[in-house]
């Protein structure tokens, strides 16, 4: 039998690369050769437009039997194929959000965007960040989305997947007066997940100023809470294979940090791991407990994202893979797998590893799917 994998892409933003007092200077990347695992090729479906964004990957599969299933898991048996689930947005104010799917083994066949039921206002759903939680017992896959709920509040959205007949429906609509503008979550329950703020008021005044008023909180299915504060740029979040830790990426600090969960979801950091990189969105192999970490080296072109379209710039893509010890609490090694300095693959935002093939997804029009022969 074959194994569901579930991957989701959608919206970020963010920088990578090198070290610097002002968030708002490119990263020095001159010393960098553009490289890569094994042969890349772009993944069919995507428009060559502004319209149309890939960025927030999430890959759901595997055997269930690698772990307990009281534990948060990403992957589970639930059909006889092998697909990855990419979501995208559009991020012009008439192009809808779409959720598209991948199949890692008909690569050639690119994306197809999956239907939606359910009682999703469309016209308001602009997907950003996401997480897959698998109901073990059930046998079924729910994928929480951050929207950016156009021209209301922001809100996380609950789909439940339908594996055979490839649909998504919409579930529930979670809203709290602690989402305020939200980048990414990772779920801990069917009901429960963490969230992150990643700026408060105005994300281009608060760059150029270097101003550290990002948060992540804790929503327990009732209600949201701040856990930690005082965050310059927080991009991505995601746990550890067994559940454990939490990893955040924090722009503006250029560092991937690790954090222990405690038994009230409150976190204390336990690393920081300097990366030197304006780090974006975050994933684990769940089969080897590696981190995998993208990016992209000019927060201006994150900026010009958020805004009217100028399309005048490229940016620097690069993707990390830390390998971890200690269940995941410790990070004993980095491999910079890939760096393109943006004229082939530009504004990289998201990384993930499923069978020696790495997924990237990026702020740009384009998605990438590169060979990792050295793995």
């Known amino acids: 039998m074959r194994r569901l994998a579930v991957v989701v892409c959608i919206v970020g933003f963010v920088t990578l690369f090198g070290s610097k007092t002002s968030w708002t200077q490119p990263v020095e990347t001159n010393d960098i050769s553009n490289h890569q695992p094994g042969l890349c090729s772009q993944v069919p479906g995507f428009y060559v437009s502004y319209l149309f964004l890939s960025d927030g990957c999430e890959l759901g599969g595997f055997s269930r039997m690698w772990f307990p299933a009281q534990q948060p898991m990403h992957y589970v048996i639930l059909d006889d194929a092998e697909y990855s689930l990419a979501f995208s947005f559009g991020k012009h104010p008439t192009t809808l959000g779409k959720l598209l799917l991948f199949d890692f083994n008909k690569p050639k066949h690119g994306v197809r965007q999956l239907h939606i039921l359910g009682y999703l206002d469309r016209g308001r759903f602009s997907p950003h960040g996401l997480n897959i939680w698998i109901d073990i017992k059930h046998n079924l896959i729910y994928i929480f989305v951050v929207n950016h709920n156009a021209n209301t509040k922001e809100t996380v959205e609950k789909f439940l997947f339908d594996a055979k007949r490839r649909r998504l429906y919409h579930v529930r609509t979670y809203d709290d007066p602690a989402f305020i503008h939200l980048?990414?979550?990772?779920?801990?329950?069917?009901?429960?997940?963490?969230?992150?703020?990643?700026?408060?008021?105005?994300?281009?005044?608060?760059?150029?100023?270097?101003?550290?008023?990002?948060?992540?909180?804790?929503?327990?299915?009732?209600?949201?809470?701040?856990?930690?504060?005082?965050?310059?740029?927080?991009?991505?979040?995601?746990?550890?294979?067994?559940?454990?830790?939490?990893?955040?990426?924090?722009?503006?600090?250029?560092?991937?940090?690790?954090?222990?969960?405690?038994?009230?979801?409150?976190?204390?950091?336990?690393?920081?791991?300097?990366?030197?990189?304006?780090?974006?969105?975050?994933?684990?192999?769940?089969?080897?407990?590696?981190?995998?970490?993208?990016?992209?080296?000019?927060?201006?072109?994150?900026?010009?994202?958020?805004?009217?379209?100028?399309?005048?710039?490229?940016?620097?893509?690069?993707?990390?893979?830390?390998?971890?010890?200690?269940?995941?609490?410790?990070?004993?090694?980095?491999?910079?797998?890939?760096?393109?300095?943006?004229?082939?693959?530009?504004?990289?935002?998201?990384?993930?590893?499923?069978?020696?093939?790495?997924?990237?997804?990026?702020?740009?029009?384009?998605?990438?799917?590169?060979?990792?022969?050295?793995?």
């Open 183 to 375: 980048a990414d979550i990772v779920a801990t329950g069917k009901e429960s997940f963490y969230f992150i703020n990643f700026f408060r008021y105005d994300l281009n005044w608060e760059v150029h100023r270097s101003l550290r008023v990002g948060n992540v909180g804790f929503y327990d299915g009732r209600r949201g809470r701040t856990v930690l504060t005082g965050l310059g740029i927080p991009t991505g979040i995601m746990t550890s294979s067994d559940g454990r830790y939490v990893y955040m990426a924090e722009l503006g600090a250029e560092t991937l940090n690790i954090y222990a969960r405690k038994t009230d979801y409150a976190l204390s950091l336990v690393q920081e791991v300097p990366l030197n990189s304006f780090v974006d969105k975050i994933d684990v192999d769940v089969a080897t407990g590696d981190v995998w970490v993208a990016g992209h080296g000019d927060i201006e072109f994150l900026l010009d994202d958020f805004g009217p379209p100028k399309n005048t710039s490229v940016s620097p893509s690069q993707v990390f893979r830390l390998s971890m010890s200690d269940g995941g609490s410790t990070m004993i090694g980095v491999e910079d797998v890939y760096y393109n300095d943006g004229t082939e693959f530009s504004g990289s935002t998201v990384a993930v590893h499923y069978r020696r093939h790495v997924l990237i997804g990026s702020i740009d029009t384009k998605m990438l799917l590169c060979e990792v022969r050295h793995a």
